[in-house]
């Protein structure tokens, strides 16, 4: 208070609020004027105060709601903000909608070779570590050697061919766009290509413990796109490594091809993974379907 007389006699006046208590202890907001002046050639403080409760009452009121306005105000402007970009996003998404499945498509086909590949190199550099520390430790034979040798040039070759897969998908995106695909239907004989695609993912299933059993005619030989068949059974596998087998200490996959009547032929494709939920089966072949953890085994 003393700060407040001193204020009041360099202006003549003051003017504040101060919170005062009732005799009862209970606490009011006051308006208090000091007024400083002379009589009789003395200085004289004249004090005035008024209940301002209820103003007071109101004017936090005010100021709580214009602090909500305030906060609302920013809600819708960030609220307007996302609408926006959402529209653009819109826009965009419509833009793209008729390029969506073949995105998808060529996506999904670029990566099963690019996970092959990469999980040849990582089972690569696991490799790489395992002998040296044998050689560092003294404790590499010409035995261990030999195998390393061999696993290395297996994994070389399929990292090689799943990297050529890559690169061929990629410079034939033009004629995917158009056509699906960018490889031509050929003659193939069933049991050989098959054969083929299993030896190429052998390095990944032998590091994973699966056995694959092929029950294949020798004798079926079809003309169509070999690169489709290709992307289907090595998904099919990579699916089943991936998931179907996780915490399966020996996976088993079984592929049946049979001759239907010289124009079509049939292909069983089975696991005994952990297969997958009924509410899951519809949706499949849907390429935006999270991962299930899961397979499936088609008849």
Excluded at 200 to 217: H, I
Excluded at 282 to 299: D, K
Aim: proline fraction near 3%; hydrophobic fraction near 40%; include cysteine.
């Amino acid at each position: 208070m003393p700060a407040r007389f001193k204020e009041a006699d360099d202006n003549e006046s003051v003017r504040f609020e101060w919170k005062h208590k009732r005799v009862d202890d209970s606490e009011f907001w006051a308006e208090i004027i000091i007024t400083t002046t002379v009589l009789n050639g003395k200085k004289a403080r004249y004090i005035s105060t008024r209940d301002i409760s209820e103003k007071k009452e109101l004017a936090i009121k005010l100021q709580q709601r214009n602090h909500d306005l305030n906060a609302s105000n920013t809600e819708l402007e960030n609220m307007l903000v996302s609408l926006k970009e959402a529209q653009d996003k819109l826009i965009e998404s419509e833009k793209m909608a008729s390029l969506g499945s073949l995105v998808a498509g060529v996506a999904h086909e670029i990566n099963t070779p690019v996970g092959v590949g990469l999980m040849g190199i990582t089972q690569f550099k696991e490799d790489i570590d395992a002998i040296t520390k044998r050689y560092n430790n003294h404790e590499l034979t010409p035995t261990d050697f030999e195998d390393f040798l061999t696993d290395a040039n297996e994994i070389c070759e399929l990292v090689k061919t799943n990297l050529d897969r890559t690169a061929q998908l990629v410079k034939g995106f033009k004629q995917i766009a158009v056509d699906q695909t960018s490889e031509e239907d050929r003659e193939i004989n069933l049991s050989h290509y098959v054969s083929e695609v299993i030896a190429s993912l052998n390095s990944v299933l032998k590091k994973s413990q699966v056995a694959v059993t092929l029950t294949c005619p020798d004798n079926i030989v079809v003309v169509l796109n070999p690169g489709l068949l290709y992307q289907v059974l090595s998904n099919l596998i990579m699916n089943s490594i991936y998931h179907g087998f996780k915490d399966i200490p020996a996976g088993q996959i079984l592929i049946v091809i049979e001759d239907i009547d010289n124009t079509q032929f049939s292909l069983t494709y089975r696991d005994n993974g952990k297969g997958i939920s009924a509410e899951h089966l519809p949706q499949i072949f849907n390429p935006f379907l999270p991962q299930t953890g899961q397979t499936v085994a088609l008849a």
